[in-house]
């Protein structure tokens, strides 16, 4: 008598009496094998039924009531400005990711050269094959994603999209935009150059304009009330690690609200 708890659908039975390629085979039997032990295919149901529901409850944009698709074609372009600076984060993060591999997050050596992170830049551009070219793509990602941003929160803003059933999905953005500043100022002082150092100043002067909290924060943010070695070292950890996964995930959200939603038309 065999102890093996019996497959009640057949699953193995019901792929044979299919036509399956290899990668359809692959693929069904590792869902099967999922599903066996953490039901993978009642959350996809409950995901599809949830989805259907949201869809139905969503009112209709002015171009589904009056049948108008084809008068706002004017429009289109701005509708990927989303699109666009999602594309422009992801050129930033791999180009970044490079260039990580070079960069030295150090403002001292320990023979009292003063700027290693400075050098190593020099070195990306100067030496770096392709150097030049792959720090340029980071830079103008970045500034990229910055304006994409801007004007597509302008573009949501101005067309009503930003207003109920939308408003949580307005409110993330909101996050994004002032996530994607933050990654423009870590990173634009990370060269650690005189301009990098003196923007680093004018964030610790405004850090200690805050009322009540404004040493605590140049001390969290800073490393203290001078610029040194804790700075750099703060803005490298920020730049690199807390802000990709955290703008990841609020991106991912943002997509799949918008996903769930669907695109809002003029109003």
Do not use: C
């Not at 093996?4 to 869902?31: A, F, V």
């Amino acid at each position: 008598m065999s102890l093996e708890r019996k497959d009640e659908h057949d699953h193995k039975g019901w792929m044979e009496s299919r036509e399956l390629s290899p990668l359809e085979s692959i693929y069904l039997t590792t869902l099967i094998w999922l599903d066996k032990r953490l039901r993978v295919v009642d959350y996809l149901e409950l995901l599809e039924d949830l989805y259907y529901k949201v869809n139905m409850q969503m009112p209709k944009s002015h171009t589904e009531q009056y049948n108008l698709d084809n008068k706002f074609w004017y429009w289109y372009p701005l509708y990927a400005l989303g699109s666009f600076s999602t594309v422009a984060y992801i050129v930033a993060a791999i180009s970044g990711a490079l260039l990580g591999f070079y960069y030295a997050p150090a403002a001292a050596a320990a023979d009292g050269t003063p700027t290693v992170a400075y050098d190593s830049v020099m070195l990306i551009m100067g030496q770096l094959n392709l150097g030049y070219f792959l720090r340029s793509v980071h830079r103008w990602a970045a500034q990229v994603m910055v304006a994409a941003v801007f004007l597509h929160m302008l573009r949501v803003y101005f067309t009503g999209a930003y207003k109920e059933p939308r408003e949580l999905n307005w409110l993330i953005g909101i996050v994004l935009i002032s996530l994607t500043l933050v990654f423009g100022y870590t990173g634009y002082l990370l060269p650690w150059s005189q301009l990098s150092y003196w923007a680093g100043q004018i964030g610790v002067e405004m850090s200690l304009s805050i009322p009540l909290i404004g040493e605590w924060v140049a001390q969290l943010m800073f490393g203290g009330f001078t610029l040194s070695q804790s700075t750099l070292q703060r803005m490298y950890i920020l730049h690199v690690f807390f802000l990709p996964f955290i703008t990841t995930a609020l991106v991912a959200v943002h997509i799949g609200i918008v996903w769930m939603q669907g695109i809002a038309e003029p109003h």
